[in-house]
């Protein structure tokens, strides 16, 4: 944060995601959090929800155009459901993340904290659709996103 404020004049609150995987407790964290939204304060998820898998980010394996599809397939369900604007059936698309297209693979059993801050940031995103940005890394496009 200090890249982005080097005043450091913005008061910061940590908060860890649960080591279970269970998406319906964190898009309950999420709901808990949006109140704070409307005060003003930012709700900031980080992690790497496209994509995390070191062991295939650092092999030759993300060069084949098989990954690149089914990297493709695991985004668009990630971007399908945070960008439906109905909060309920957000959460309720959000607690199926891991039977998704290639779930695992982007984010292995024990690896899930990666995707569990979007899913808190969701659940804060209120009924509006999340937009997103993308950028790429060895080839590979990965999306950030972020609700106004």
Known sequence: ???INPKADIPIIQLSVLSSENAQQHYQM???????RSRNIAIIG???ASFHNLRVMFSNTMESPAFAERNA???EA?????TTEDSTERGK???????????????????A???????VAAGAGGN??????????????FYSYYWE
């Open 73 to 75: 397939a695991w985004s």
């Open 93 to 111: 698309q959000l607690e199926e993340w891991r039977t998704w297209p290639n779930a695992y693979e982007s984010h292995p059993r024990g690896g």
């Open 128 to 141: 509006q659709a999340a937009k997103s940005y993308s950028d790429e890394f060895r080839g590979i496009p």
């Open 1 to 3: 944060m200090m890249l």
């Open 46 to 48: 980080s992690g790497f």
């Open 113 to 119: 904290e990666h995707f569990l801050p979007l899913i």
């Open 78 to 82: 990630v971007s399908r459901s945070v």
């Open 30 to 36: 999420g709901l808990a959090l949006a109140q704070l």
